[in-house]
Antibody, heavy 117, light 112 residues
Framework: QVQLQESGPGLVKPSETLSLICTVS????????WSWVRQSPGQRLEWIGY???????KYSSSLKSRVTISGDTSKNQVSLRLTSVTAADTGLYYC???????????WGQGTLVTVSS | DIVMTQSPDSLAVSLGERATINCKSS????????????LAWYQQKLGQPPRLLIY???ARESGVPDRFSGSGSGTDFTLTISSLQAEDVAVYFC????????FGQGTKLEIK
């Protein structure tokens, strides 16, 4: 069974960099596409970006200038870096799998990130 | 970006009755090259991540009960629960994947 587990600091200061890791089991990150999706306190879901099985990345146009997604095949992990965070970046961050540039069929439980001084 | 708008924001339906949730996109999600609509539906229960229900607007994900169905084409789509069960209480989201990825704001479904 595919499992995704997000991890990282729960509190980040404004203007600093948010860094999260998604550890994947039951599937190789060298197959499928792996996305980060966040959910604001008001429940709106926002796609951040993905890395494909070949290492190709695609990002949301609104976050593109601040986001980097990378993969570590030796650890079967996908990472997210979001720079210059503000309170608007507070939310629940999910890692999710897709079979292409399409829908998301497996999700992690999410990790809560609060941006505050 | 394509904007997805769901209606209603919340809905209360009696057990055993039909629930209908609508989703409208600001641009057509129908791809003329393959005649597929690039739309998915998710269910999110309290404290859980979203769960995929429907993709290609009407294809049911494996393991999803057949009381869930999706319909529509172009810019207007519907998720229907034919006979509401207590375990269907959740927030439902639509998602387009025709151009990047955007979600609707969610519809909260409760028991009347």
């Amino acid at each position: 069974q595919v499992q995704l587990q997000e991890s990282g600091p729960g509190l980040v200061k404004p203007s600093e960099t948010l860094s999260l890791i998604c550890t994947v089991s039951g599937a190789s990150i060298s197959t499928y596409y792996w996305s980060w999706v966040r959910q604001s306190p008001g429940q709106r879901l926002e796609w951040i970006g993905y890395i494909s099985y070949s290492g190709f990345t695609k990002y949301s146009s609104s976050l593109k200038s601040r986001v980097t997604i990378s993969g570590d095949t030796s650890k079967n992990q996908v990472s997210l870096r979001l720079t210059s965070v503000t309170a608007a970046d507070t939310g629940l961050y999910y890692c999710a799998r897709s079979r292409g540039d399409t829908w998301f069929d497996f999700w992690g439980q999410g990790t809560l990130v609060t941006v505050s001084s | 970006d394509i904007v997805m708008t769901q209606s209603p924001d919340s809905l209360a339906v009696s057990l055993g009755e039909r629930a209908t949730i609508n989703c409208k996109s600001s641009q057509s999600l129908l791809n003329s090259s393959n005649n597929k609509n690039y739309l998915a539906w998710y269910q999110q229960k309290l404290g859980q991540p979203p769960r995929l229900l429907i993709y290609w607007a009407s294809a049911r994900e494996s393991g999803v009960p057949d009381r869930f169905s999706g319909s529509g084409s172009g810019t207007d789509f519907t998720l229907t629960i034919s006979s509401l069960q207590a375990e269907d209480v959740a927030v439902y989201f639509c998602q387009q994947y025709e151009t990047s990825h955007t979600f609707g704001q969610g519809t909260k479904l409760e028991i009347k």
